[in-house]
C-alpha cells in the first residue's frame, strides 16, 4: 500500500545550523502538508504544497515539493531552541487515504 | 469552544476493560479523523467521518475498536477489552471538509495506559 517515509529520524544541531528533514512516498501525492508537534503537544498545521516543484517559505522554513510530486523537504535555517519538537510530513495520494510520515524529532543545543 | 476538545486528558484502565475516549471537534468543522500515536512514531489512521456518517474504517486494529459520531458533531472512540498493546496517545483532528487540502485541527489527546 501506499507508504510515507521520513528522514532523518532524530537530529540534534547545535543552534544557529541548519536543519533538514526529508519525505518520500511510493506513490505519487494530490498534495502534502508539513505539521509541527512539540513535546507533550498535539500537531500543528504549518503549511501545504499542491503544485510540482512548489516551494514556499515562512521566515526561517523552506518547504519543497518534488517535481515528481513523491518527496518533500523542509529546511530550517539558523535554528532556534523554538524549533524543538517533531515534524511529519502528512501525505495525501489519489484515493484520497491520508498518511503521515514517522516524524523527524529535532533537539537543538542552546 | 476555539480548538478540538478531547477527554479525558489521562486514563489508566486494567487489561480488559472498556474505555470510551471523546472528542468535540471545532464547531462547523464536517470531517473528523481519530488517530493512534505510539511513542516516537507519527499518527497512524484509524477512522474517518463525514457527519455522521463512518467513511474509512480501514485503520481500526481489531473489532474491538469502535468509533461512533451519532449526530456529526461530538465522537466517541470506545475500545473494549483493552490490551496492553493498545496503551497509545489517541488524538481527534477535524477539518472544515472532507477534501485532503483542508488543514487537519488535532486535540491535545487522550493518553490511555493499560496495565
Given at each position: 500500500?501506499?507508504?510515507?517515509?521520513?528522514?532523518?529520524?532524530?537530529?540534534?544541531?547545535?543552534?544557529?545550523?541548519?536543519?533538514?528533514?526529508?519525505?518520500?512516498?511510493?506513490?505519487?501525492?494530490?498534495?502534502?502538508?508539513?505539521?509541527?508537534?512539540?513535546?507533550?503537544?498535539?500537531?500543528?498545521?504549518?503549511?501545504?504544497?499542491?503544485?510540482?516543484?512548489?516551494?514556499?517559505?515562512?521566515?526561517?522554513?523552506?518547504?519543497?515539493?518534488?517535481?515528481?510530486?513523491?518527496?518533500?523537504?523542509?529546511?530550517?535555517?539558523?535554528?532556534?531552541?523554538?524549533?524543538?519538537?517533531?515534524?511529519?510530513?502528512?501525505?495525501?495520494?489519489?484515493?484520497?487515504?491520508?498518511?503521515?510520515?514517522?516524524?523527524?524529532?529535532?533537539?537543538?543545543?542552546? | 469552544?476555539?480548538?478540538?476538545?478531547?477527554?479525558?486528558?489521562?486514563?489508566?484502565?486494567?487489561?480488559?476493560?472498556?474505555?470510551a475516549l471523546r472528542c468535540?471537534?471545532?464547531?462547523?468543522?464536517?470531517?473528523l479523523f481519530w488517530y493512534?500515536?505510539?511513542?516516537?512514531?507519527?499518527?497512524?489512521?484509524l477512522t474517518y467521518f463525514?457527519?455522521e456518517?463512518q467513511?474509512d474504517k480501514?485503520g481500526l486494529?481489531?473489532?474491538?475498536f469502535f468509533a461512533e459520531r451519532p449526530?456529526?458533531?461530538?465522537s466517541t472512540l470506545k475500545i473494549?477489552?483493552?490490551?496492553?498493546?493498545?496503551?497509545?496517545?489517541y488524538?481527534c483532528?477535524?477539518?472544515?471538509?472532507?477534501?485532503?487540502?483542508?488543514?487537519?485541527?488535532?486535540?491535545?489527546?487522550?493518553?490511555?495506559?493499560?496495565?
Amino acid at each position: 500500500g501506499q507508504q510515507v517515509m521520513q528522514i532523518p529520524q532524530y537530529q540534534h544541531v547545535q543552534e544557529g545550523e541548519d536543519f533538514t528533514t526529508y519525505c518520500n512516498s511510493s506513490t505519487t501525492l494530490s498534495n502534502i502538508q508539513w505539521y509541527k508537534q512539540r513535546p507533550g503537544g498535539h500537531p500543528v498545521f504549518l503549511i501545504q504544497l499542491v503544485k510540482s516543484g512548489e516551494v514556499k517559505k515562512q521566515k526561517r522554513l523552506t518547504f519543497q515539493f518534488g517535481e515528481a510530486k513523491k518527496n518533500s523537504s523542509l529546511h530550517i535555517t539558523a535554528t532556534q531552541t523554538t524549533d524543538v519538537g517533531t515534524y511529519f510530513c502528512r501525505g495525501s495520494g489519489n484515493t484520497g487515504k491520508l498518511i503521515f510520515g514517522q516524524g523527524t524529532t529535532l533537539q537543538v543545543k542552546p | 469552544g476555539a480548538g478540538v476538545s478531547q477527554s479525558p486528558r489521562y486514563k489508566v484502565a486494567k487489561r480488559g476493560q472498556d474505555v470510551a475516549l471523546r472528542c468535540d471537534p471545532i464547531s462547523g468543522h464536517v470531517s473528523l479523523f481519530w488517530y493512534q500515536q505510539a511513542l516516537g512514531q507519527g499518527p497512524e489512521f484509524l477512522t474517518y467521518f463525514q457527519n455522521e456518517a463512518q467513511l474509512d474504517k480501514s485503520g481500526l486494529p481489531s473489532d474491538r475498536f469502535f468509533a461512533e459520531r451519532p449526530e456529526g458533531s461530538v465522537s466517541t472512540l470506545k475500545i473494549q477489552r483493552t490490551q496492553q498493546e493498545d496503551s497509545a496517545v489517541y488524538l481527534c483532528a477535524s477539518s472544515l471538509d472532507g477534501r485532503s487540502y483542508q488543514p487537519q485541527h488535532f486535540g491535545d489527546g487522550t493518553r490511555l495506559s493499560i496495565l
